[in-house]
């Protein structure tokens, strides 16, 4: 089955590094097609409005959004070429230039939306400071609104194959895993760390209660998260078969939640060779902005690819 990857690039390394993870990635899978996506400069309101009243501006106008037009076709031009280089063939490429309308992320978006992409891969910006908690302010927008394009964010030079999916037992993290066995149907050469991590009572309830009182809720909430994770591992394993993704390729990870879970997480992350992360993203309530986990997960996972599944 064809899958879609729309790479938003632009002339940046951020850019380069995670075209390069998506080329690295799908090498042999020649299903899987590439459309490379550029958002060309906004053009001045001001200059708009002249171009209506004015001829010079007009011409003015013009000689920009060509310039405009030319430099977006130059810098697709050298993308298809590097990911080429990487052994993408040219009949697995295609290069959409478009004018700024609504902003970038909007405009990403908006295309990914009417080209059914399956997923929108994006380089991480902002790694310092302040910049490193919102992570960029057009990646951040695009996770933030995406509602049905799952969007892959790459940090650095991670190396594709070995991939760590937090799980909770709920319909976001089921539907995280029906996108990696959608992308990754049939694949022999990846590894699955299905990681959860066990709740305590002060994650669902602030109240400080007396000793036997919350023994007896915490055990409650364990017997509680032991039924549904089980129940969510059978689901889970049945979907990833069904895709051609084997039982020796999946592993379990299980931690108790002494910690915030993000933390949890993130700590896994950087305890192992992981290259990729692979977290759903609603909140509660189905959110139209990511949970508390997946935020906290997002902001301060380096170092590799995060796929967020809304």
Excluded at 81 to 97: L, M, P
Excluded at 107 to 113: H, M, P
Excluded at 216 to 241: K, M, P, S, W
């Amino acid at each position: 089955m064809e899958r879609k990857l729309l790479l938003a690039v632009d002339d940046s390394r951020h850019s380069r590094l995670a075209a390069q993870y998506a080329s690295e990635l799908f090498l042999d899978d020649h299903n899987v097609r590439f459309d490379l996506l550029n958002i060309q400069p906004a053009v001045s309101d001001f200059l708009l409005e002249e171009a209506k009243r004015k001829v010079s501006a007009r011409r003015k106008l013009d000689l920009l959004v060509q310039e405009n037009t030319a430099h977006s076709r130059e810098i697709l031009s050298q993308f298809a070429a590097h990911i080429k280089k990487e052994g993408i063939a040219e009949d697995r490429i295609k290069e959409h230039t478009m004018a700024r309308d609504l902003g970038v992320g909007k405009d990403i978006l908006d295309f990914a939306t009417r080209s059914r992409a399956d997923a929108i891969v994006l380089g991480r910006r902002g790694m310092s400071g302040l910049q490193d908690m919102i992570f960029g302010s057009v990646s951040n927008n695009v996770i933030q609104q995406s509602q049905i394009v799952p969007v892959w964010m790459v940090d650095g030079r991670p190396s594709p194959g070995r991939l760590l999916v937090p799980v909770d037992g709920s319909s976001s993290s089921l539907r995280a895993i029906d996108h990696l066995a959608f992308i990754l149907a049939a694949r022999k050469d990846v590894h699955l760390v299905l990681f959860h991590v066990q709740p305590k009572l002060r994650h669902f309830c602030p109240i400080d209660f007396d000793d036997d009182t919350a023994t007896t809720l915490e055990d409650v909430v364990a017997a509680g998260d032991t039924h549904c994770i089980e129940n969510f591992y059978g689901q889970a394993r049945q979907r990833l078969a069904q895709a051609g993704i084997g039982e020796e390729q999946i592993e379990i990870k299980t931690r108790t939640g002494l910690n915030r879970v993000g933390s949890q997480i993130v700590k896994e992350l950087g305890a192992d060779e992981y290259g990729t992360l692979v977290l759903g993203r609603s909140g509660v309530n189905r959110s139209h902005f990511m949970g508390s986990v997946a935020l906290q997960v997002v902001s301060k996972a380096t170092g590799c690819a995060v796929w967020v599944v809304p």
